[in-house]
């Protein structure tokens, strides 16, 4: 069981990138999928939530209008849609699963991607 993270980079202020995350194994259709992101000396934290049949997304308040989440399950692959970034987007940005609800404590989450740096310059 894996999850690749892809898609960070640098970007401007204002601008967009896309970040995916591709799992490998079974069963991953039927896992709520989240994205997390750390930045320096900070904890890690919850960005955005899809629940397993995609009709449910919750996003921390700060991107809400500006980050979409989305997944494609016959694929295994969840994305992150992120447009405007700012500076305090920056971080590196880490893909999740979990069975069951979404859920903002990162403790809950059984597997995790190897995270994807994203950084934001002013």
């Known amino acids: 069981v894996q999850l690749q993270a892809s898609g960070g980079g640098l970007v401007q202020t204002g601008g967009s990138l896309r970040l995916s995350c591709a799992a490998s194994g079974r069963g991953f259709s039927t896992y709520a999928r989240g994205w997390f992101r750390q930045a320096p000396g900070k904890e890690r934290e919850f960005v955005a939530g899809i629940s397993w049949s995609g009709d449910s997304t919750d996003y921390t308040d700060s991107v809400k209008g500006r980050f979409t989440i989305s997944r494609d399950n016959p694929k295994n692959t969840v994305y992150l849609q992120m447009n405007s970034l700012k500076p305090e987007d920056t971080a590196v940005y880490y893909c999740?699963?979990?069975?069951?609800?979404?859920?903002?404590?990162?403790?809950?989450?059984?597997?995790w991607g190897q995270g994807t740096q994203v950084t934001v310059s002013s």
């Open positions: 999740a699963s979990k069975k069951g609800a979404i859920n903002w404590s990162s403790q809950t989450w059984d597997y």
